[in-house]
């Protein structure tokens, strides 16, 4: 097969006028809907929230394939509303008529339950759900690819890519905007539309035939929006009861916040909730509590009500907090004479590492987040919260006697197993284990942690732990956070999904390959891998370092962004011409990353954690971006390069679940073995010296 450095024909392009415009907007726009869809389809489909990063691969893969199929000059884009309304019904479809089953496999959990279903509902398993969501979205990415590859042919490489980035970036910072001012995801789509009209060809009936499909299904989602509250990370919806109020995040029970005042303690409802809130205060008389995870303020008023003079209570989500604030009667936020209340809007795990304080008894609320770490991540990880690093922290606010709780509803006997386990090696004593068997409400487990040779645990409450043990290997920790997870192996449905992703991937990639005949670039599609392995990397460590906030995701994706803007200032003025050099920059820092845990520079203190961090994580990403452009400025087929490198990077997206197996850590490897392979390409493709400027077509 050929590299396209041996093709003697150039992309096909249309007029230069407007061009970079042109491609801003299809950055914009590609970027734009990306994120919107992320955030729209797994609010209103269960299985989807937990596979999230399926969107963001169908993406890239999209993308990819439009930029491979440039060559067609009939405008494919016409036919992305199509694809995005069949999105938007398979999505209605699966939210009020399918329930979605895992399928039989008892070592991993994920929160699929479902209570008080209508009569004639079916049961789908979910590889065929997932498949069916990454195949519709990656035909609508293709047919918006085009558009963006058809202008991206007509400028010269790094220039046109400098403005995707930009465009990107901007996307990026738009969406992130209205998700800050919680807009509602009418006003997404409106936006995107209004974008997409450029591209459609009004001058032609079926340009407008396209933007009234597209309309349709804008109302569509209007329709559906109803009363939710989109919050930076879900969408809430919640329903006001006599002695509670129930808030639920996309599409699941998330918690319930009871009324737990004195004169409502006669209700059963209320004092089954009390007496599980108030198991904590037998062993301890805290004046000062920290609850992480406060939600709508639950842990808050038991606290109040048992005397805690100072309260600090940490919950990730404003729109929640807010929801406690105004719409619980306990009041749990409002100041009064008894005790000072801080509300702190806040990553649990960001908040331990840099809080200096100490503490009678920290709270672990029931934390299961609902939600990805980030867009890219294959599983939940509760933030890294139950992990062995983040309970150590816990321990370290302790103050002397101090005691630790952890509330949980354990769904699978081994979960309880791991807790234990990892509560045993943190604080090398068994736990006082009160395990709630037969009373599912809210939570059915509480470990107790701590305590003082003064003031013990009692015996036979510890003794519940001594038969409890779980593998050393399978404990969460920052490496390997599964706590859902019951052995170290891809599991079948994940299997099966990445399978047929790959066969629609061949048959999308390889198809476009064969009518166009314009050959493929394996040194862009290896680069691709590795990058896309760098991104998830990066934000998973800033995580860990900064917490796993909606801001510190923006931040690090757009500081990438602009970390590739950089390189592409710096290539254009001083042009590399041997870039093995750059390979052996981001060969040597990854193998530095795989050989140093990020848990040896989180134990450093002061400035001098971010600055080891930052670079960490900064330098492989630009020196990545330096040899994606110096090669990307080298070549004379640039659709056929950049279309390889997005197809690459959803290969490294799915090569991301490898991590369930081997860790965090081994993605380190994983990304060196990509670019090892790029170079090796690079070296029997690629000519060392810069050819001439490519012709450029108007």
Same mark, same amino acid.
Request: overall charge positive; hydrophobic content about 50%.
């Given at each position: 097969?050929?590299?396209?450095?041996?093709?003697?024909?150039?992309?096909?392009?249309?007029?230069?006028?407007?061009?970079?415009?042109?491609?801003? &907007?299809?950055?914009?726009?590609?970027?734009?809907?990306?994120?919107?869809?992320?955030?729209?389809?797994?609010?209103?489909?269960?299985?989807?929230?937990?596979?999230?990063?399926?969107?963001?691969?169908?993406?890239?893969?999209?993308?990819?394939?439009?930029?491979?199929?440039?060559?067609?000059? *009939? /405008?494919?884009?016409?036919?992305?509303?199509?694809?995005?309304?069949?999105?938007?019904?398979?999505?209605?479809?699966?939210?009020?008529?399918?329930?979605?089953?895992?399928?039989?496999?008892?070592?991993?959990?994920?929160?699929?339950?479902?209570?008080?279903?209508?009569?004639? %509902?079916?049961?789908?398993?979910?590889?065929? %759900?997932?498949?069916?969501?990454?195949?519709?979205?990656?035909?609508?990415?293709?047919?918006?690819?085009?558009?963006?590859?058809?202008?991206?042919?007509?400028?010269?490489?790094?220039?046109?890519?400098?403005?995707?980035?930009?465009?990107?970036?901007? &996307?990026?910072?738009?969406?992130?905007?209205? #998700? *800050?001012?919680?807009?509602?995801?009418?006003?997404?789509?409106?936006?995107?539309?209004?974008?997409?009209?450029?591209?459609?060809?009004?001058?032609?009936?079926?340009? *407008?035939?396209?933007?009234? %499909?597209?309309?349709?299904?804008?109302?569509?989602?209007?329709?559906?929006?109803?009363?939710?509250? *989109?919050?930076?990370?879900?969408?809430?919806?919640?329903?006001?009861?006599?002695?509670?109020?129930?808030?639920?995040?996309?599409?699941?029970?998330?918690?319930?916040?009871?009324?737990?005042?004195?004169?409502?303690?006669?209700? !059963?409802?209320?004092?089954?909730?009390?007496?599980?809130?108030?198991?904590?205060?037998?062993?301890?008389? !805290?004046?000062?509590?920290?609850?992480?995870?406060?939600?709508? &303020?639950?842990?808050?008023?038991?606290?109040?009500?048992?005397?805690?003079?100072?309260?600090?209570?940490?919950?990730?989500? /404003?729109?929640?907090?807010?929801?406690?604030?105004?719409?619980?009667?306990?009041?749990?936020?409002?100041?009064?004479?008894?005790?000072?209340?801080?509300?702190?809007?806040?990553?649990?795990?960001?908040?331990?590492?840099?809080?200096?304080?100490?503490?009678?008894?920290?709270?672990?609320?029931?934390?299961?987040?609902?939600?990805?770490?980030?867009?890219?991540?294959?599983?939940?990880?509760?933030?890294?919260?139950?992990?062995?690093?983040?309970?150590?922290?816990?321990?370290?606010?302790?103050?002397?006697?101090?005691?630790?709780?952890?509330?949980?509803?354990?769904?699978?006997?081994?979960?309880?197993?791991?807790?234990?386990?990892?509560?045993?090696?943190?604080?090398?004593?068994?736990?006082?284990?009160?395990?709630?068997?037969?009373?599912?409400?809210?939570?059915?487990?509480?470990?107790?942690?701590?305590?003082?040779?003064?003031? !013990?645990?009692?015996?036979?409450?510890?003794?519940?732990?001594?038969?409890?043990?779980?593998?050393?290997?399978?404990? /969460?920790?920052?490496?390997?956070?599964?706590?859902?997870?019951?052995?170290?192996?891809?599991?079948?449905?994940?299997?099966?999904?990445?399978?047929?992703?790959?066969?629609?991937?061949?048959?999308?990639?390889?198809?476009?390959?064969?009518? =166009?005949?314009?050959?493929?670039? /394996?040194?862009?599609?290896?680069?691709?891998?590795?990058?896309?392995?760098?991104?998830?990397?990066?934000?998973?460590?800033?995580?860990?370092?900064?917490?796993?906030?909606?801001?510190?995701?923006?931040?690090?994706?757009? =500081?990438?962004?602009?970390?590739?803007?950089?390189?592409?200032?710096?290539?254009?003025?001083?042009?590399?011409?041997?870039?093995?050099?750059?390979?052996?920059?981001?060969?040597?820092?990854?193998?530095?990353?795989?050989?140093?845990?990020?848990?040896?520079?989180?134990?450093?203190?002061?400035?001098?954690?971010?600055?080891?961090?930052?670079?960490? %994580?900064? #330098?492989?990403?630009?020196?990545?971006?330096?040899?994606?452009?110096?090669?990307?400025?080298?070549?004379?087929?640039?659709?056929?390069?950049?279309?390889?490198?997005?197809?690459?990077?959803?290969?490294?997206?799915?090569?991301?679940?490898?991590?369930?197996?081997?860790?965090?850590?081994?993605?380190?490897?994983?990304?060196?073995?990509?670019?090892?392979?790029?170079?090796?390409?690079?070296?029997?493709?690629?000519?060392?010296?810069?050819?001439?400027?490519?012709?450029?077509?108007?």
């Amino acid at each position: 097969m050929k590299s396209e450095s041996q093709q003697q024909t150039v992309d096909p392009a249309p007029p230069q006028r407007f061009a970079a415009l042109r491609i801003f &907007g299809a950055a914009f726009l590609i970027l734009f809907l990306e994120l919107a869809l992320i955030r729209w389809i797994p609010a209103n489909v269960r299985v989807v929230s937990y596979f999230s990063n399926l969107v963001l691969l169908a993406c890239f893969l999209g993308m990819g394939v439009g930029c491979l199929l440039a060559w067609i000059r *009939w /405008p494919l884009v016409r036919t992305a509303p199509v694809f995005f309304v069949a999105l938007l019904l398979l999505t209605r479809y699966f939210r009020d008529q399918q329930v979605v089953s895992l399928a039989s496999h008892d070592q991993v959990h994920l929160w699929l339950q479902y209570t008080d279903l209508p009569p004639g %509902v079916k049961q789908i398993g979910i590889p065929p %759900v997932l498949s069916l969501f990454f195949a519709t979205a990656s035909l609508m990415f293709l047919a918006l690819g085009h558009a963006f590859g058809r202008a991206f042919a007509s400028l010269r490489a790094l220039k046109a890519y400098s403005v995707d980035i930009v465009g990107s970036l901007v &996307g990026t910072l738009g969406f992130a905007a209205m #998700a *800050w001012f919680e807009t509602p995801p009418w006003v997404w789509f409106l936006t995107a539309g209004l974008v997409l009209a450029a591209y459609l060809g009004l001058r032609s009936w079926m340009g *407008w035939v396209a933007l009234a %499909v597209y309309a349709a299904g804008t109302f569509l989602v209007y329709q559906d929006c109803g009363d939710s509250i *989109w919050s930076r990370y879900y969408r809430i919806t919640w329903t006001k009861r006599q002695f509670g109020l129930t808030v639920n995040v996309n599409a699941s029970f998330h918690q319930m916040a009871v009324d737990m005042r004195p004169v409502n303690t006669d209700q !059963p409802l209320v004092k089954r909730t009390l007496q599980k809130f108030s198991v904590p205060y037998e062993f301890v008389s !805290p004046d000062r509590v920290l609850i992480l995870g406060a939600g709508t &303020g639950n842990d808050v008023v038991v606290a109040k009500n048992n005397g805690a003079r100072h309260i600090t209570a940490v919950e990730i989500d /404003p729109a929640i907090a807010q929801l406690g604030i105004e719409q619980n009667n306990a009041r749990p936020y409002q100041k009064d004479g008894q005790a000072e209340v801080r509300l702190v809007i806040d990553d649990a795990r960001s908040f331990l590492k840099r809080c200096r304080e100490q503490f009678d008894l920290i709270v672990f609320g029931t934390l299961d987040s609902q939600a990805l770490l980030s867009g890219v991540s294959s599983l939940r990880l509760e933030n890294f919260v139950y992990t062995r690093e983040c309970w150590t922290e816990a321990k370290r606010l302790l103050a002397p006697g101090g005691v630790m709780a952890t509330y949980y509803s354990v769904a699978q006997p081994w979960i309880l197993d791991k807790l234990v386990t990892m509560s045993r090696a943190v604080y090398q004593r068994d736990p006082a284990l009160f395990y709630f068997e037969k009373d599912q409400f809210l939570f059915n487990t509480i470990l107790l942690q701590g305590g003082s040779a003064a003031r !013990p645990l009692p015996d036979k409450l510890r003794g519940y732990a001594a038969d409890l043990s779980a593998d050393p290997s399978l404990i /969460p920790t920052d490496d390997w956070p599964f706590l859902y997870l019951n052995e170290r192996r891809v599991l079948p449905d994940v299997a099966w999904v990445i399978g047929f992703g790959l066969v629609w991937t061949l048959l999308l990639a390889g198809g476009s390959q064969f009518a =166009s005949q314009r050959g493929f670039s /394996p040194a862009f599609f290896l680069l691709g891998a590795g990058f896309m392995l760098l991104e998830a990397k990066g934000i998973t460590e800033m995580s860990l370092l900064f917490g796993s906030t909606w801001t510190v995701n923006v931040m690090v994706i757009s =500081s990438i962004l602009l970390m590739i803007l950089l390189a592409n200032i710096v290539i254009t003025v001083w042009p590399v011409r041997r870039v093995e050099w750059l390979f052996a920059g981001v060969l040597i820092c990854l193998a530095l990353r795989g050989l140093l845990p990020i848990g040896e520079i989180l134990q450093q203190s002061g400035p001098m954690t971010t600055v080891l961090a930052v670079l960490r %994580v900064g #330098a492989p990403v630009f020196f990545a971006a330096l040899i994606f452009a110096t090669l990307f400025s080298r070549t004379t087929m640039t659709t056929v390069a950049l279309g390889a490198n997005l197809v690459g990077a959803m290969a490294g997206g799915f090569s991301e679940h490898l991590s369930v197996v081997w860790g965090f850590r081994a993605l380190d490897w994983l990304a060196f073995a990509f670019y090892s392979a790029a170079f090796l390409s690079v070296l029997a493709f690629q000519p060392r010296r810069s050819p001439p400027a490519a012709t450029q077509l108007s």
